[in-house]
């Protein structure tokens, strides 16, 4: 059983997230469809499908003019959350202490969170990556609390067509995994993201410790999201 994530970033509307849990709803999949959307699109869905936001206010309530808490997503019906992505983080300038006060709250709100880690074209270039997903994962993961899953993504392959090596990636998992197994979170599931499609999927998905794919624009479409969900078992 492999998780497979949608990130729909600032894309899509209600009509085309109906769309997609019908189409999901008929795919015969033991993996685990999630689908990250913005917030208008939240809703709550009874079947495979399982619904997620794409960030979370660290505060629970109060006057933060614009911020959602995790009880209101819980609220909307979702059941996870993306937090510390990559976008967020250039962005938003959100740090991993931010990140993890964002994951906390996640977790108090009995929300699952998905915590993105990865390095930069410049930190990759510098031979930094071990040492920037090792403090990614030290510093952004809440010490305790609920289940979480992480999500290495290398954001100089973001939506860029880029792909690391296959070892690349098994070190990177190698080091999350025991990274994480090392903080008293072994089993934590870690996910592969950026420029995961239908025809790279499964190779990835066969990689020592990657335990599911965070898939952006190739989640948009049924037609393209779908191969990603059935080309593993
Ligand atoms: P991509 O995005 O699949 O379009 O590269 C992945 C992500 O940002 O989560």
Known sequence: MKIIAGNWKMNGTRAALDEMITALGNVDTKNRMILCVPFTMLRPVNGAVKIGAQDISSHDHGAYTGEISGGMLTDAGASYVIVGHSERRAYHNESNA??????????????????????????????????????????????????????????????????????????AHTLIANTLADMGRGGTPVLYGASVKGNNAAQIMAIDHVDGVLVGGASLKPDDFIPIITSVK
């Not at 993890?100 to 510098?126: F, S, Y």
């Not at 392959?157 to 296959?166: C, Q």
């Open 98 to 171: 931010d990140v993890c006060a964002k994951a906390t709250a996640a977790l108090q709100a009995g929300l699952v969170p998905i915590i993105c880690v990865g390095e930069t074209m410049d930190e990759k270039n510098a031979d930094r990556t071990m040492e920037i997903i090792e403090h990614g994962v030290r510093e952004s993961v809440p010490q305790s609390g609920g289940d979480v899953i992480v999500a290495y993504e290398p954001r100089w392959a973001i939506g860029a067509g880029l792909t690391p090596s296959d070892d690349e990636i098994a070190s």
